[in-house]
């Protein structure tokens, strides 16, 4: 996370990339394929990762970036592209953090 500063304030900012990044590193842990290789389109199978593997990531995901994602904005998740989308707007929501 980068604190960046702006004329009389801090503003919080996150570059998207760290966002992927981390969330790909966490997720390869309980998959079967490097972090550098998980592209925005990978669903969990692809990744070699079953359901309980899946939630043991994403309480992990939780952790890392400090958030809270409800069971009911997973249901629709299909891809880590939809996994980034709502760690992104968890960060803005919870931390107020601008995300580039």
Known sequence: MTLTQTKNHKKRTMKRQEIINKVNEVMAKYGEIAADYIEP????????????????ALIDIEDEFVINIPGSELINVRTMQDVYDIVEGKIKDTHGFQVY
């Open 41 to 56: 389109g990978d669903n969990y199978d692809e990744l070699g990762a079953d359901s309980m593997k899946c939630l043991e």
